[in-house]
């Protein structure tokens, strides 16, 4: 039984190193390089939870926020941002937009993976049966 997580990065080596260490945790992983691939994947798959960037190409995090409160199925499904601006109207944003967590960058993964696991424990998501 695992969770399936939608990891949207565009930076390729940010991106392969974290969908090795979910995986490591035993989280199903999709991965997409920008927010418009996200939201075609996220649509498709109904993943459990979303982490993306804000600052990537095509479609960037906040668009990304607003694409899933405006959309029937996916404003359920908690996103975690991953960002390397810390500055408080970033973070604010972000939540205002409906982010369920913001980490800054870098960031320790046993963080992320904390607060991963208390995002599916409180939104409730089943895991997938495999």
């Given at each position: 039984?695992?969770?399936?997580?939608?990891?949207?990065?565009?930076?390729?080596?940010?991106?392969?190193?974290?969908?090795?260490?979910l995986?490591?945790?035993q989280?199903q992983?999709?991965?997409?390089?920008?927010?418009?691939?996200?939201?075609?994947?996220?649509?498709?798959?109904?993943?459990?939870?979303?982490?993306?960037?804000i600052?990537?190409?095509?479609?960037?995090?906040?668009?990304?926020?607003e694409?899933?409160?405006?959309?029937e199925?996916l404003?359920?499904i908690?996103?975690?941002?991953?960002?390397?601006?810390?500055?408080?109207?970033?973070?604010?944003?972000?939540?205002?937009k409906?982010?369920?967590?913001y980490?800054?960058?870098?960031?320790l993964?046993?963080n992320?993976?904390?607060?991963?696991?208390?995002l599916?424990?409180t939104?409730?998501?089943?895991?997938?049966?495999?």
């Amino acid at each position: 039984m695992q969770h399936t997580i939608l990891l949207i990065e565009d930076k390729t080596g940010l991106r392969d190193t974290l969908q090795s260490l979910l995986e490591l945790h035993q989280y199903q992983v999709i991965t997409a390089a920008n927010g418009e691939e996200g939201i075609h994947l996220a649509t498709e798959h109904l993943p459990h939870l979303v982490i993306s960037d804000i600052y990537m190409p095509v479609l960037n995090g906040y668009q990304l926020l607003e694409a899933f409160q405006a959309h029937e199925q996916l404003r359920y499904i908690p996103v975690i941002i991953l960002s390397a601006r810390s500055a408080t109207e970033e973070v604010n944003l972000a939540l205002a937009k409906g982010a369920a967590a913001y980490i800054n960058k870098p960031f320790l993964f046993a963080n992320l993976n904390a607060n991963i696991q208390q995002l599916l424990q409180t939104s409730g998501a089943a895991p997938l049966n495999l």
